[in-house]
Nanobody, 123 residues
Framework: QLQLVESGGGLVQPGGSLRLSCAAS????????IGWFRQAPGKEREGVSC????????NYADSVKGRFTISRDNAKNTVYLQMNSLKPEDTAVYYC????????????????WGKGTLVTVSS
């Protein structure tokens, strides 16, 4: 069974950091571009960051540039999202997704989705 499982979410104070992980089972992430997306209560899902199959190309939403870093460890079949300087507006359920084309990632055109992990930024 093909699965993506996110972990690392939780409650953090403004200015704090979290690292999210996206682990795959049943398939190899090497062949896929991976994206992180988020959905806040009452809002539409938005793209956060994407990384190409090799890791050589990345992109970020303007709202997270300079604060979030996406990376991948294909040997561990895992992709990460390091989130620093967190703000209350970063509060959302974060999803990872795998897709065949990096160029389609930013618009959410992906093949496999995880169930999400909740990030709450609050004092």
């Amino acid at each position: 069974q093909l699965q993506l499982v996110e972990s690392g979410g939780g409650l953090v104070q403004p200015g704090g950091s979290l690292r999210l992980s996206c682990a795959a089972s049943g398939f190899t992430l090497d062949y896929y571009a991976i994206g992180w997306f988020r959905q806040a209560p009452g809002k539409e899902r938005e793209g956060v960051s994407c990384i190409s199959r090799s890791g050589g190309s990345t992109n970020y939403a303007d709202s997270v540039k300079g604060r979030f870093t996406i990376s991948r460890d294909n040997a561990k079949n895992t992709v990460y999202l390091q989130m620093n300087s967190l703000k209350p507006e970063d509060t959302a359920v974060y999803y990872c997704a795998a897709g065949g084309l990096f160029s389609l990632c930013a618009r959410g055109d992906m093949d496999y989705w995880g169930k999400g992990t909740l990030v709450t930024v609050s004092s």
